[in-house]
């Protein structure tokens, strides 16, 4: 089982609309949560990056929430665009970073905004 | 603008041939990058792990013997994918860690595409 499970795996939204993605995580202990966005053949960009002890941030219109206690985090995007059609990638560090296993990758969704 | 710099962006090669792909951090000193692979529609995976001057860290099920991984510099990582079979197109990502102050950052390259004919 994956330590990182993201969903949905895929969404279709109409341009302007909200949505909201989701990850959970069994990684533990844990120090950091990013959230990466992904263009087809493009390498991950980074969106937003919390620690344990961090509720949410924002940036632009990418608003990030973690809970800690529940291991759950959530990427919300406001007024979608055409160029939002991407994969959205959840990736946990985990507390103990020895160098080995930096980053645990969820499978991503595919979101694609409609016109 | 990019701070991890993969080069080239697209490659063809003939089966048989090695094509080395290479990761360089441009703006910071990068003691661990790493390797990824992607196929179609799927997630990263983790192909190892490198050190700068130290034997690379391979994960399980990659062949550390077709996949020559060298960090010879701070800056600079390459991925040598030796006698290449049309199975091994993929993309290929490597990211590099930037340790600061606030924490460990961690910076995507662009991707290379690798297609074996």
């Known amino acids: 089982k994956n330590q990182v499970e993201q969903s949905p795996q895929s969404l279709i939204i109409l341009e302007g609309k909200n949505c909201t993605l989701q990850c959970n995580y069994t990684v533990s202990p844990f120090s950091n949560l990013r959230w990466y966005k992904q263009d087809t053949g493009r390498g991950p960009v980074s969106l937003t990056i919390?620690?344990?002890?961090?509720n949410t941030k924002s940036n632009g219109r990418y608003t990030a929430t973690l809970d800690a206690d529940t291991k759950q985090s959530s990427l919300h995007i406001t007024a979608s665009q055409l160029s939002d059609s991407a994969s959205y990638i959840c990736v946990v560090s985990p507390a103990m970073d020895t160098g080995r296993r930096a980053l645990t990758f969820g499978s991503g969704t595919r979101l694609q905004v409609q016109p | 603008g990019a701070v991890v710099s993969q080069h080239p962006s697209r490659v063809i090669c003939k089966s048989g041939t090695s094509v080395k792909i290479e990761c360089r951090s441009l703006?910071?000193?990068?003691?661990?990058m790493f390797w990824y692979r992607q196929f179609p529609k799927q997630s990263l995976m983790l192909m190892a792990t490198s050190n700068e001057g130290s034997k690379a860290t391979y994960e399980q099920g990659v062949e550390k013997d077709k996949f020559l991984i060298n960090h010879a510099s701070l800056t600079l990582s390459t991925l040598t994918v030796t006698s290449a079979h049309p199975e091994d197109s993929s993309f290929y990502i490597c990211?590099?860690?930037?340790?600061?102050?606030?924490?460990?950052?961690?910076?995507f390259g662009e991707g290379s595409w690798l297609t074996v004919v």
């Open positions: 919390m620690t344990f002890s961090e």
């Open positions: 990211s590099a860690r930037s340790v600061g102050y606030s924490g460990n950052t961690i910076y």
């Open positions: 703006d910071f000193q990068a003691t661990t």
